[in-house]
T-cell receptor, first 112, second 114 residues
Framework: GESVGLHLPTLSVQEGDNSIINCAYSNSASDYFIWYKQESGKGPQFIIDIRSNMDKRQGQRVTVLLNKTVKHLSLQIAATQPGDSAVYFCAEKRGGYQKVTFGTGTKLQVIP | KAGVTQTPRYLIKTRGQQVTLSCSPISGHRSVSWYQQTPGQGLQFLFEYFSETQRNKGNFPGRFSGRQFSNSRSEMNVSTLELGDSALYLC?????????????FGQGTRLTVV
């Protein structure tokens, strides 16, 4: 079965606020954890990834936190904008392969 | 630099028919993976090809098959289509086959089986 899963199916945030999307995983053998954004009618778009031996990684307006003790992954989006509205997937890779295992997705709705 | 190109974008087929979908990876990319996306099952891995060899396969029946050509372009075939095969089929390419390289997704082929 799936090794990653998301806590909430939908998240609504006010424009300008910070968003936090959470994800739990079950397999400790993952090499990488990745966050993807999927807009309607498009394929998943890479946002940021984190290697399994790291705790935190920052990108432009996004931060990924990895807590291996409780097997928890989160994506923080700073100053959320209407263009951030999409479905966000956490995913993982393991075994040195390109196979990506996706979670179920969280729909982020940004309220103007 | 062109992204991952999938053709066709939309397809309607009748139950029992077969279908072939095409994926052209980003120039220079050697790994191509295929995924099926449905509302009920989410995004599920079908298979991955690297240098014309299938390296990984998901839990799909043998009706789903694929291949990769020497120019890294890939095709996937579904035979004896069932209504449940209706889905968005996504292709992803990456520069190399290791898990440390980013996968870039195409826009997908929307297959409807009637």
């Amino acid at each position: 079965g799936e090794s990653v899963g998301l806590h909430l199916p939908t998240l609504s945030v006010q424009e300008g606020d910070n968003s936090i999307i959470n994800c739990a995983y079950s397999n400790s053998a993952s090499d990488y954890f990745i966050w993807y954004k999927q807009e309607s009618g498009k394929g998943p778009q890479f946002i940021i990834d984190i290697r399994s031996n790291m705790d935190k990684r920052q990108g432009q307006r996004v931060t990924v936190l990895l807590n291996k003790t409780v097997k928890h992954l989160s994506l923080q989006i700073a100053a959320t904008q209407p263009g951030d509205s999409a479905v966000y997937f956490c995913a993982e890779k393991r075994g040195g392969y390109q196979k990506v295992t996706f979670g179920t997705g969280t729909k982020l709705q940004v309220i103007p | 630099k062109a992204g991952v190109t999938q053709t066709p974008r939309y397809l309607i087929k009748t139950r029992g028919q077969q279908v072939t979908l095409s994926c052209s990876p980003i120039s220079g990319h050697r790994s191509v993976s295929w995924y099926q996306q449905t509302p009920g099952q989410g995004l599920q891995f079908l298979f991955e090809y690297f240098s014309e060899t299938q390296r990984n396969k998901g839990n799909f029946p043998g009706r789903f098959s694929g291949r990769q050509f020497s120019n890294s372009r890939s095709e996937m075939n579904v035979s004896t289509l069932e209504l449940g095969d209706s889905a968005l089929y996504l292709c992803a390419s990456s520069l190399a086959g290791g898990s440390n390289t980013e996968a870039f997704f195409g826009q997908g082929t929307r297959l409807t089986v009637v």
